[in-house]
Structures are given as C-alpha cells and as structure tokens.
C-alpha cells in the first residue's frame, strides 16, 4: 500500500510565503515523476510544478513561474513546493501526485494525496 500524505497548508496574506511537503510511504521500489496540483472550486485541476525522477527536470505552471520552486529530497521519498509572494489568485486546494513502481509488480502507477488548502487573503 503506497500513501502520499501532504503537509503545510494554510492561510496567508498577500506576499507570504508558504513551504508545502508531500511524502510518499508505504511498498515503494522507485519514485519518478512527482508532480504539484491545484484545483480552485468551479475550476479544473492544473499542474503547477513537476520534477523529474534525478531532480534535475522542473518544469512550471505560467502562473507560478519565477515565484514558485519546487524540489525533492529521494532519500525521503518527499517533495517540496515553495511558494513564495503568494497572491489571492493563488488560493486552492494543492494535490500531489508521483508515479511509484511499486517492488510487487514492477509497475508504475499513478498515485494522488489527500489535498492542502492553501488560501491568500488580499
């Protein structure tokens, strides 16, 4: 059973800064792809940020860019998003998600956390 369980959620003004955390657990044999999420309500969900497997390959929503990092730690099996000069616009639920072979199958399949509400108040 694999799990992604995000932290650091909340509620900031205008400008803050905010420092999200997604750790996967459970059966894992590799960590690819992990990606950042966020869905506003009446709004699809969008990609914000993706990294790849080696760190090395970010990738960045045109919102975000330039305000926006996001990174990952392997030996933690965790991604990070930090997010700074936060605007009101920027309010959502965060999802992550990773693509994790799993050590039973060989497979990679994809896998989702809970959600983060983030909110930036004007």
């Known amino acids: 059973q694999v799990q992604l369980v995000e932290s650091g959620g909340g509620l900031v003004q205008t400008g803050e800064s905010l420092r999200l955390s997604c750790a996967a657990s459970g059966s894992i044999a590799r960590v690819r792809d992990m990606r950042w999420y966020r869905q506003a309500p009446g709004n699809q969900r969008e990609l914000v940020a993706s990294?790849?497997?080696?760190?090395?390959?970010?990738t960045y929503a045109v919102a975000v860019k330039g305000r926006f990092t996001i990174s990952r730690d392997n030996a933690k099996n965790t991604v990070y998003l930090q997010m700074d000069s936060l605007k009101p616009e920027d309010t959502a639920v965060y999802l992550c998600?990773?693509?994790?072979?799993?050590?039973?199958?060989?497979?990679?399949?994809?896998?989702w956390g809970q959600g983060t509400q983030i909110t930036v108040s004007s």
């Open positions: 990294i790849d497997s080696g760190g090395t390959t970010k």
């Open positions: 998600n990773a693509y994790i072979t799993v050590p039973l199958t060989w497979s990679a399949s994809a896998y």
